[in-house]
């Protein structure tokens, strides 16, 4: 069984600090997704790594692959009210037949 | 058309009742999947379709029963389901796997689902 650990679970900040989300497992992943998840609706695709040791950037988001292919991280920047959501990272496991597996996933406030 | 439509939005259903969930994509995607969420938790993954052929039944109980008639239709029938099965029924789409690249997955917005 894979299990995705993503930590922290809840995090509350105030606007204009910075902060990291961590996603990690002992299985090495095809790809790993980072969403994100407002109430009521369905995760939204932020990104998709592939490459050990990728880097990718999405305006204030930074992302990160790490070279085994095992973990990630997600580091947001000066955070904004609008920020405010679940962020949840998924491990796809191709050669299980095309799994997409997620973290417990983190609730982030960001107080004006 | 970059979206996957889920009908109804809303369902309260006893627990001797039939029902269908309803999922479309026109994305041309080829894989299609069923997720349960609960409140507070992930989602959980319970059926994946590629090419319309079941590939994977995460065991999930016989009470559900998906199906997809064609390439863009995915349902989720479901028959004397118990009030713990209330949840968030997420459905998505993506590029089969085996296409060579690592999608990124589409959900829709989910039916919530009450058993009473």
């Known amino acids: 069984t894979q299990l995705l650990e993503q930590s922290p679970q809840f995090l509350s900040i105030q606007e204009g600090e910075n902060l990291t989300v961590y996603c990690n497992s002992s299985s090495v992943f095809s790809s790993l997704q980072w969403y994100r998840q407002e109430p009521g609706e369905g995760p939204v695709l932020l990104v998709t790594?592939?490459?050990?040791?990728e880097v990718k950037k999405l305006k204030r988001l930074t992302f990160q692959f790490g070279d085994a292919r095992k973990d990630s991280s997600l580091h947001i920047t000066a955070a904004q009210p609008g920020d405010t959501g679940l962020y949840l990272c998924?491990?796809?496991?191709?050669?299980?037949?095309?799994?997409?597996?997620f973290g417990q996933g983190t609730e982030l406030s960001v107080k004006p | 058309d970059t979206e996957v439509t889920q009908t109804p939005k809303h369902l309260v259903m006893g627990m001797t009742n039939k029902k269908s969930l309803k999922c479309e994509q026109h994305m041309g995607h080829r894989a299609m999947y069923w997720y349960k969420q609960k409140a507070k938790k992930p989602p959980e993954l319970m059926f994946v379709?590629?090419?319309?052929?079941?590939?994977i039944n995460e065991s999930v109980p016989s009470r559900f029963s998906p199906e997809c008639p064609n390439s863009s239709l995915l349902n989720l029938h479901l028959h004397a389901l118990q009030p713990e099965d209330s949840a968030l029924y997420l459905c998505?789409?993506?590029?089969?796997?085996?296409?060579?690249?690592?999608?990124?997955?589409?959900f829709g917005s989910g039916t919530r689902l009450t058993v009473v």
């Open positions: 790594v592939v490459t050990g040791g």
């Open positions: 998505a789409s993506s590029q089969a796997p085996g296409t060579g690249t690592n999608y990124g997955y589409t």
């Open positions: 998924a491990g796809f496991f191709y050669n299980q037949g095309g799994k997409l597996i």
């Open positions: 379709y590629s090419y319309e052929k079941l590939s």
